[in-house]
């Protein structure tokens, strides 16, 4: 079901990456954004940036790949599983 408003942020995200595959003219559509895919892209754009995502296409998001996070900081975790 298409959403009644152009939607941002992380629910644009997830949206676009559920319809990715059916292709950009179906996501804009079921996003919210109708036939304007060069204010959905800009839109996913946008929200990948403030989530940390790389987004280039829209099939960035598909990818499986848990480098597609952009991670900042420190790892904290234990040496060992019986120093938990």
């Known amino acids: 079901m298409a959403a009644k408003t152009p939607l941002e ?5 997830d949206c676009a990456r559920a319809n990715a595959k059916q292709g950009s003219e179906t ?7 109708g036939s304007d895919l060069n204010r ?3 839109a996913v754009k946008q929200a990948c ?10 099939t960035d998001l598909t990818k499986e790949d848990s480098s597609l996070l952009e991670v ?9 599983a019986g120093q938990l």
């Open 9 to 13: 942020g992380t629910e644009l995200v």
């Open 27 to 33: 996501a804009a559509e079921l996003c919210g954004y």
């Open 40 to 42: 959905f892209k800009q």
């Open 49 to 58: 940036e403030q989530m940390g995502v790389q987004f280039n296409e829209l």
């Open 72 to 80: 900042e900081g420190e790892i904290v975790a234990p040496d060992s």
